[in-house]
C-alpha cells in the first residue's frame, strides 16, 4: 500500500491524485481533527465536486467493510461500522452505557430533527422541564450547544454531535427516519428515534 502511495506522489506531486478515493481515505486516517471537505479539495488539489465524488466513491467502497465514511455538519471523519459496536466496545474495555431515559430521548429527538434549537422550544414541544435531560445527553457527548439565539437572553442553541449519529448507526442526519403523518410531537418524534 504504502508503495502506491509513493508512487503516486511520484507521478503527481502537484494537481489531483489519480486514485482519489485512496488518497483520501488515507487522509481521513491521518487527520488529528475531521477535515472539511474544502480542506481535503486544498490537500488534494482537485476541485470540491471531485473531492465529493471521491467520498461518494469511498463510502461506496467502505460499505462492506469495518470502516464508514461520516459527515458532521461540513466536516468528514472515518467511524467504525455500527454493526461491529459491541465488539469494539469490548475490546476496548468499555462498559455498555445506561439506556436513556423517556424523557432524554424525547429531547433529543426533538434536537435531531429540530437542531438548532433553543431549551425553551424543547420545553414547549414536551410541556414540561427539560434541564436533567439536556445534562444527560451533554455529559454522554450526544449533543452541544451549536450556537446562540440572536433574540433577548442570547440562548444556546443545541445540535447533535457525532457521537450521536455513532450511537445511532448514522453516517449523516439526513437518514433519520422520517416523521409519520408530518407530526413532531415529542413522542412521535422520540418513537421515530427509539
Given amino acids: 500500500m504504502l508503495g502506491v502511495i509513493g508512487a ?15 488518497v483520501l481515505e488515507s487522509l481521513l ?24 465524488e471521491g467520498l ?6 467502505c460499505s462492506a467493510r469495518g470502516i464508514r465514511v461520516q459527515r458532521v455538519g ?14 469494539v466496545e469490548r475490546f476496548l474495555g468499555l462498559e455498555r452505557p445506561r439506556r436513556l431515559s423517556r424523557a432524554a430521548l424525547e429531547t433529543l429527538a426533538i434536537i435531531a430533527y429540530r437542531q438548532p434549537v433553543a431549551k425553551s422550544a424543547i420545553e414547549a414541544v414536551r410541556g414540561v422541564g427539560c434541564d436533567g435531560s439536556l445534562q444527560t445527553l451533554r455529559d454522554r457527548d450526544l449533543v452541544e450547544p451549536v ?7 442570547q440562548a444556546y442553541l ?7 449519529l455513532d450511537h445511532f448507526g448514522l453516517q449523516r442526519l439526513d437518514e433519520l427516519p422520517p416523521l409519520s403523518n ?13
Fill in 147 to 153: 450556537g446562540q439565539a440572536t433574540g433577548p437572553g
Fill in 8 to 22: 503516486l506522489a511520484e507521478e503527481s506531486p502537484n494537481g489531483p491524485p489519480p486514485d482519489l478515493p485512496l
Fill in 182 to 194: 408530518g407530526q413532531h410531537g415529542a413522542g412521535q418524534t422520540a418513537l421515530a428515534l427509539g
Fill in 74 to 87: 461540513k466536516t468528514v471523519k472515518l467511524s467504525t461500522a455500527p454493526e461491529a459496536a459491541p465488539y
Fill in 56 to 61: 461518494a466513491a469511498l463510502e461506496a467502497a
Fill in 158 to 164: 443545541y445540535g447533535t454531535t457525532a457521537r450521536f
Fill in 29 to 52: 486516517v491521518v487527520a488529528e481533527e475531521p477535515p472539511t471537505v474544502r480542506e481535503l479539495a486544498k490537500a488534494t488539489e482537485a476541485p470540491v465536486a471531485a473531492v465529493e
